[in-house]
């Protein structure tokens, strides 16, 4: 909503404003500037012409030589003035068009933004890039001559034109007698030109689209080794967009080769005339002379004019293509024009609406419901009943056709976006989650209702109880728990190093021996499987940058001790090994983080590792390279016995380890006794997570039970020393990932549920809002929202499971976009109608 | 035990490797293709459970699918307040397919009666795999459709001795 612009253009919505509204909107004083500038320039331009001309006739002829200098002098600073102001008629030239094309996307951009949801259905993302990231260059380039350039050549030509009258009338005449011809025949072949250009925008868009397409539909398109189809669609289109780009620039250059021919038949007709006249006596031979050479000047200003006819023909092309293609209606306006946006009551009213596809298909027939001000109704039908469709109806997500719906009293379809975000919050099935923290996530409806500023400054900000309180409600607390105990603080850990280390002794001493079995401790005699080889080996936090994970390898002092040790080898087998697996295992698919949990290859590193194995497939560990060795051995450092099942390593080899653990220990501190702090129970651990910090140890389950309990156990401790809700705000600043691909399918659920939450809404839609999660989080979720939330919000929930129906006060059957029965639980179960036999069929 | 239990305890072999062992044997998965087997193996997790431990509950989607590994567990129903046993579970039994496909409540619930070790499945794994290699699905429906046929005729051979009306209310079910 932070659409402020100064000018009276913002009003009328982008895609009906005219190209040429851009060329003074906002840019007024840069187009004056640029005007006077210009003006300079073409008077300045005289100035060496008046000088050459006294140079030969005063200083030279009259032999004064301090006449020469002063001349001489004010032709060079003429010429470095003209040259100072041309570079800035092209400054500003450029800065109109950058920042008018920055104005038309940013513009753009927030209006399809607002654009019904069903535009989005109908258009590849492809062609929306398109359209804001090229389509717009050349209508901005446009804007950034559209004043100066005809300006300037006009004044110029007919400023000669004025020249040559005086020269010669009956010659300058001649000589211009062209132009009209011209001015006649070149808009007619800028027209097969402007074809060519429409046709290219299409297919460009049809470009954008394969591209989008076969991005997204890599799965089927690699799953059945599609890849000649797709090429052959691709290629044909990259085809026919040569083959236009090659018509429209030949029919380009043929409006320059038509226009140079005309131009050059100037001094041809002149030389016809002029010679006859000469001939004739008529006309001086030095009149003639002057005239064919101030004809000359007449080239250039007429050249760029016909480059300014092309780019505002192309431009207005491009324009116009990109702004009808959008124009589309948008229902409702995003903020009410001459009031705040409504608090309603939210009491709804809906009568004899429909929804009706453009095909004639009612997807919503005629439905009549009546929800009072703080009343939870479920909304209950086989999939496609029209359930979904009457929720996101009533959030004016989808508009509907006919009859009327009503909050507050006030129709939906006329109520402001504004008036729609304030009362109501949705939860969709499967809700978007934004690359970035946990907590940006989760203040993301927040802060949309509040605006960013209010936030960020702090006025409105939300209290870390009240994060806290949502995170509970939602079931997110424990995930948020887990990824603030999962994290590795390395810098500004000294603030709280006392903290775990007293939790530490705390939880030896309380509940040491009850989680033994789940715990791995940091022993120096064992041999830990949860941690890495490196870790097993080193037993111990690198203080030197040198002894860092990924400098281990090339660090000589280490490898040095792996060649004394006798793990070299093993470990390059075993790097191997991992990466043959994993390559084998994970070829041929699309990568998402989940398939690389068990393998100690990152997602990033694939190809890194599947070029490895095809370069080193039939050779001998001894013949590969020292790049391909270090990445091996890195890969076998990274490796846990216990995490990544893909491979195993030999008894021999962890006896090797924990002897090369001493000998490493011997060595190092001989060589750098500070390069490395050893684990210590009375000392925080840099490199190991908060959590493995208060086990001193790793948990080695992932038995739920035994999950469930060592986190009541950390609860515990993290509430004795007051310290849980610090842990939650380390946990929200976990990132997310793209599309939220860092959490499970019930942990995106649950962000989403936890952020409407936040926001409050006095109206709260949850489309299956719940359907990716086990029961117990369901019913959890159930309970806030009856206990806390009942007679507070107005809540409508499309609900997939029948077991917490009873807690709603109303349930709304629907069947083919009927509402077939309405009432509460209990008399729906007694009238054993459809609902009664859906809820038998459940159990 | 099997042999192939015997190889996984060598220690030479990853539990990769040994997953990819069983899943191979498991009939549901005949007939998938060798690069989404491997994926299931290199998916799935080993649970471990003490004797008594739930491995699951009774009307709860846990979104999983098991196969006992080792160990032994009985299969509970609760009705009426009381439970009922219904059978034992001993190694190379696999339950809950149909909960990787779609959202479903485990209708019994499922107890260690000794240390049990379970191959898990998600059904979030499960769907990874299969949005890679749509045609999947389709090969363990049609394993499905025989063990309804199958569970079909069981109840008409019973029905054929029995002649019980009760159990006309069972039948059908592999018209669906």
Known sequence: ?843 | MNSLMNTDNSGDKSEFASNLNIFRQIDFFAGISMDVMKLFAFLCQRQTYKKGDTIFYQDDDDQCCYYIFSGKAKLILKADEKEHFIRDYEAESYLGILSLMTSMNKQFSLIAQEDTTCLVMTREAFSKVVDQFPETPLKIVRTIGNRLLQAERKCILEYESSASDQLKNLMGISLI
């Open chain 1, 1 to 843: 909503m932070a659409l402020k612009r100064e000018t009276k253009n913002k009003q009328i919505p982008i895609v009906k404003r005219p190209l040429t509204s851009w060329v003074f909107d906002g840019n007024l004083k840069l187009q004056i500037l640029l005007v006077a500038i210009i003006l300079l320039t073409v008077a300045i331009r005289v100035i060496p012409l008046e000088m050459q001309k006294r140079i030969v006739n005063e200083a030279i002829n009259l032999r004064k030589l301090d006449l020469l200098a002063i001349y001489c002098g004010i032709y060079l600073a003429s010429v470095i003035l003209a040259s100072s102001l041309k570079l800035a008629i092209n400054i500003i030239q450029t800065k109109i068009s950058q920042k008018v094309t920055a104005q038309m996307r940013q513009q753009l951009y927030h209006h399809i933004l607002t654009m019904p949801l069903n535009f989005f259905r109908n258009t590849q993302p492809g062609t929306v890039v398109n359209s804001l990231i090229n389509e717009l260059t050349i209508p901005g380039n446009f804007v950034g001559m559209a004043l100066a350039v005809p300006l300037t050549n006009i004044v110029t030509l007919l400023a000669f034109f004025g020249y040559l009258l005086v020269l010669n009338p009956i010659l300058a005449v001649i000589s211009f007698s062209i132009y009209p011809a011209m001015l006649y025949i070149i808009p007619l072949l800028q027209k097969r030109v402007n074809q060519n250009n429409i046709q290219r925008v299409n297919l460009s868009r049809k470009l954008s689209s394969k591209i989008v397409e076969s991005i997204a539909g890599i799965h089927e398109v690699q799953a059945n080794g599609a890849f000649a189809i797709e090429n052959n669609k691709f290629d044909a289109i990259v085809d026919s967009l040569m083959k236009i780009r090659i018509k429209w620039s030949i029919n380009k250059f043929i409006i320059k080769v038509v226009s140079n021919f005309f131009i050059n038949l100037g001094p041809f007709s002149i030389f016809i005339v002029g010679g006859y006249l000469a001939i004739k006596g008529q006309l001086g031979l030095g009149a003639l002379v002057a005239f064919l050479s101030a004809q000359e000047k007449l080239y250039d200003p007429w050249k760029e004019l016909i480059e300014f006819y092309q780019v505002y023909q192309d431009g207005k092309i491009n324009y116009s293509k990109t702004m009808n293609y959008f124009d589309v209606d948008i229902a409702n306006e995003l903020i009410p024009k001459d009031r705040e946006p409504y608090e309603l009551d939210v009491a709804i009213n809906v009568e004899n609406m429909s929804l009706e596809t453009a095909e004639g298909i009612k997807l919503l027939d005629n439905i009549n419901l009546k929800i009072n001000s703080g009343e939870h109704i479920a909304l209950v039908g086989f999939s496609g009943s029209g359930k979904s469709s009457l929720a996101l109806c009533l959030a004016q997500l989808y508009s509907y056709t006919s009859g009327h719906a009503t909050i507050g009293g006030k129709e939906i379809s006329d109520l402001t976006k504004a008036d729609i975000t304030k009362n109501i919050g949705l939860v969709s099935q499967s809700p978007f989650i934004f690359d970035g923290t946990i907590k940006a996530n989760l203040m993301y409806s927040y802060t949309a209702l509040h605006g960013e500023e209010c936030v960020m400054e702090g006025d409105c900000a939300p209290e870390l109880d009240g994060l806290v309180h949502v995170l509970q409600h939602s079931g997110l607390f424990v995930d948020v728990l887990r990824f603030g105990l999962n994290t590795i603080v390395e810098k500004r850990a000294e603030e709280f190093i006392p903290v775990i280390i007293k939790m530490r002794e705390n939880f030896q001493k309380e509940f040491g021996d009850s989680i033994y079995e789940w715990v791995e401790f940091f022993d120096e005699k064992q041999f830990l499987s949860y941690a890495n080889l490196a870790d097993n080996i080193i037993f111990g936090a690198p203080v030197s940058k040198n002894f860092k994970n990924k400098n281990l390898v090339k660090n000589k002092f280490f490898r040095d001790f792996l060649d004394d040790s006798d793990l070299t080898r093993p470990l390059l087998t075993l790097g191997r090994e991992i990466a043959d697996q994993t390559v084998d295992i994970l070829k041929n698919i699309t990568h998402d983080k989940m398939f690389f949990e068990q393998t100690p290859i990152e997602l990033e590193e694939f190809e890194k590792f599947e070029n490895l194995v095809r370069e080193i497939k039939n050779r001998n560990l001894h013949q590969i390279n020292k790049e391909q060795t270090i990445a091996l051995l890195e890969l076998a450092l990274r490796f846990s016995p216990g995490k990544h099942r893909i491979a195993t390593i030999p008894e021999f080899m962890i006896k090797l380890i924990l002897e090369g653990r001493y000998m490493f220990r011997e060595k190092i501190k001989q060589k750098d006794p500070y390069a490395i702090a050893f684990f210590r129970s009375d000392q925080y651990i840099h490199s190991q997570t908060i959590s493995n910090n208060i086990l001193f140890g790793i948990v080695k389950t992932t038995n739920p039970i035994a999950q469930e309990k060592i986190n009541q156990f950390i609860i515990a401790l993290l509430i004795g020393e007051d310290f849980l809700e610090k842990m939650i705000e380390i946990g929200m600043d976990f990132e997310v990932g793209t599309k939220g691909n860092n959490l499970s399918g019930g942990q995106r659920q649950k962000l989403a549920i936890a952020r409407t939450f936040l926001k409050s809404p006095p109206i709260m839609i949850l489309d299956e809002a719940t359907s990716a999660l086990d029961n117990k989080s369901q019913t959890r979720i159930q309970n806030v929202l009856s206990r806390q939330w009942k007679g507070k919000s107005t809540l409508i929930a499309v609900v997939h499971r029948l077991d917490i129906v009873k807690e709603y006060d109303k349930v709304v059957f629907l069947k083919a976009g009927k509402i077939v029965e309405m009432g509460s639980y209990d008399e729906l179960m007694e009238k054993k109608g459809y609902f009664y036999e859906l809820a038998h069929e459940h159990r």
